[in-house]
């Protein structure tokens, strides 16, 4: 079992940059699969990008290819995700979570443990 605990949102101008990390407590950290998930008022959750175990393998939502990008660090139980050229719609609270399964998905019920969320907000 982790515990995820997102930080490093905040308030960033359009084209601006950002990195979110994600520090999960528990052992098995590298047993997870990590997904980084973002939520805006009035939306359903939306996936933004996975990474496998071991950090080799990551997939992206088309939204957020070539600009995001997400990494990891099993030796401090850490995920990342690396944010340039902001834009206003990036604009949502941003989850980590994990994922004990083997199949790369996207979809938030697939996903374990969750973080509490950090707000990112782009002005325009």
């Known amino acids: 079992q982790v515990q995820p605990v997102e930080s490093g949102g905040g308030l960033v101008q359009a084209g601006g940059s950002l990195r979110l990390s994600c520090a999960a407590s528990g052992r098995t950290f590298s047993s997870y699969a990590m997904g980084w998930f973002r939520q805006a008022p009035g939306k359903e959750r939306e996936f933004i990008a996975r990474i496998s175990r071991s950090g080799d393998n990551t997939y992206y939502a088309d939204s957020v290819n070539g600009r995001f990008t997400i990494s990891r660090d099993n030796a401090k139980n850490t995920v990342y995700l690396q944010m340039n050229s902001l834009k206003a719609e990036d604009t949502a609270v941003y989850y980590c979570?994990?994922?004990?399964?083997?199949?790369?998905?996207?979809?938030?019920?697939?996903?374990?443990?969750w973080g509490q969320g950090t707000q990112v907000t782009v002005s325009s």
């Open positions: 979570a994990a994922d004990a399964g083997y199949y790369r998905t996207s979809r938030p019920a697939d996903y374990d443990y």
